[in-house]
């Protein structure tokens, strides 16, 4: 099973918190984990990347950080929420070679008011 | 920089018309294309992965092929159904490397009258 859990499924927040997203996969061990942000109106944007427990790429400059402090667990994260935060969270997995394909979780619709 | 398109951004068809989806990308070095159906307010599910090596892939009603040479991709779907409503999104590698993400077109909502 590529199962990815994503918690929570909504989400709303004030300006000024912290945000706190985790994204948990079952499987193969050692995947390649992603964060990508769908906003409203936009495609698909990717925000970090990780190939393995305390490896993080950012590929944007942003509000955000992530972070892997276990093989199968990524975390998002905030210290101050912006409204411009606000978006669909999707963790995806993929096995860390180029020929197979990505699974996604299901999303965290966060709303930042 | 890679840089995915899809065309149309929607479409709205009666029960029963075969349909083609159309995805083109820059840079044609990629390792493979993957083909993606989202729900409303839900996560992307895989419907179709083409390797660089191959033309096309088949699953069920839905086929997809890949022209590679001219950075082109298209997913042909047969015998449409309400059910087959969604947003179709095409991804390609966002580099050559294909595990360090990917990079997505728009997506066509496409809608399908009962």
């Known amino acids: 099973s590529q199962t990815i859990h994503q918690w929570p499924a909504t989400l709303v927040q004030p300006v000024g918190s912290p945000l706190s997203l985790e994204c948990t996969v079952e499987?193969?061990?050692?995947?390649?984990l992603y964060w990508y942000r769908q906003a409203a109106g936009r495609g698909l944007q990717l925000l970090f990347y990780s190939v393995g427990i305390g490896q993080i790429s950012s590929e944007v400059p942003q509000n955000l950080s992530a972070s892997r402090p276990q093989d199968r667990q990524f975390i998002l994260s905030s210290k101050k929420l912006l409204l411009s935060d606000s978006g669909f969270y999707l963790c995806?997995?993929?096995?860390?070679?180029?020929?197979?394909?990505?699974?996604f979780g299901s999303g965290t619709r966060l709303t930042v008011v | 920089k890679q840089e995915v398109t899809q065309i149309p951004a929607a479409l709205s068809v009666p029960e029963g018309e075969n349909l083609v989806l159309n995805c083109s990308f820059t840079?044609?070095?990629?390792?493979?294309l993957q083909w993606f159906r989202q729900d409303p307010g839900k996560g992307l599910t895989s419907l179709l992965l083409i390797q660089s090596s191959q033309r096309e892939q088949t699953s069920g009603r839905l086929n997809a092929s890949l022209d590679k040479s001219s950075g082109r991709s298209t997913l042909y779907i047969a015998a449409s159904q309400p059910g087959d409503s969604a947003t179709y999104l095409c991804?390609?590698?966002?580099?050559?490397?294909?595990?360090?993400?990917?990079?997505f077109g728009k997506g066509t909502h496409l809608i399908i009258q009962p």
């Open positions: 499987g193969t061990s050692n995947p390649n």
């Open positions: 840079d044609s070095a990629i390792y493979n």
């Open positions: 995806a997995r993929n096995p860390g070679q180029g020929n197979y394909g990505y699974t």
């Open positions: 991804a390609v590698p966002l580099r050559g490397g294909g595990a360090d993400g990917l990079t």
